[in-house]
């Protein structure tokens, strides 16, 4: 039943897309937001993407949600100041398809925004899923200016070597070495590597699921660039 509503809600654009800034820790600035889609069902009310993404992913709909995302995504970044990059969220499916890098491409050039302002957050797991496919796909955006990030770093078998052959510009590390790196010593490790590594690779390097003052101050000790959470912003309308 889901799976029908969500056709249908694609097709009318029953969805809405929620921004989340990223925030630098050096100086405090805003330079992107993460776009995150929510589905405003007629009977459930507001659904958050862990409700309905999966049911997309295991069918056809991911490719239709994926463009939907994407057009209202660069709409609305014609709206904002030209200094903000907005980040849209890529799936498995959608990094295995052919012609995924042609379609982005074409849709940067129909609503006239630069490439450089789009940012295609992919996870381990997705790269992983048809690896040759990715590496071409995102090496072709790449040379167009579209910035490739990492999302949920730390959680996926993505080897070291093929990362460094990836055009990725940035690594986030999942939330869930985040939360209780203060509590927990090897988490602690591992998010001091990440930022190490990412920055040894030339990479920015991002805390997502930052909830307290204490942990953002860890964050900032240990170099990482920018910082991402409730403490700072939850996910909002545009306006």
């Known amino acids: 039943s889901l799976v029908a509503e969500l056709r249908h809600a694609v097709e009318v654009g029953d969805l809405v897309l929620h921004y989340q800034p990223k925030t630098r820790l050096d100086d405090g600035r805003v330079e992107a937001v993460e776009a995150l889609v929510r589905w405003n069902h007629p009977t459930h009310g507001l659904l958050y993407p862990a409700r309905f993404l999966p049911l997309a992913e295991q069918t056809d709909l991911i490719f239709g949600l994926t463009t939907w995302v994407l057009e209202r995504a660069l709409d609305d970044l014609r709206r904002l100041p030209p200094e903000i990059h907005v980040a849209v969220n890529i ?5 295995s398809s052919a012609d995924f890098a042609e379609k982005v491409l074409a849709e940067l050039e129909h609503m006239g925004v630069p490439a450089q302002r789009l940012t295609l957050e992919v996870t381990e797991t997705a790269l992983l899923t048809d690896p040759p496919r990715a590496a071409a796909i995102l090496e072709a955006l790449d040379l167009c200016g579209v910035q490739v990030s990492i999302d949920d770093f730390g959680c996926g078998q993505t080897s070291l070597g093929y990362l460094s052959s990836l055009p990725v510009h940035e ?4 939330r869930s070495f985040i939360y209780d790196m203060l509590d927990n010593p090897a ?8 930022v190490d590594l990412g920055h040894n690779l030339s990479l920015r390097v ?7 003052s204490p942990v953002l101050d860890a964050l900032r000790r240990v170099g990482c660039d920018e910082a991402q959470g409730f403490l700072l912003a939850r996910p909002m309308p545009v306006d």
Do not use: C, F, M, P
């Open 206 to 212: 991002v805390g997502e699921g930052v909830e307290t």
């Open 187 to 194: 988490h602690a490790a591992i998010v001091r590597s990440i």
């Open 91 to 95: 799936s498995a499916r959608s990094l």
């Open 171 to 174: 690594l986030k590390i999942d």
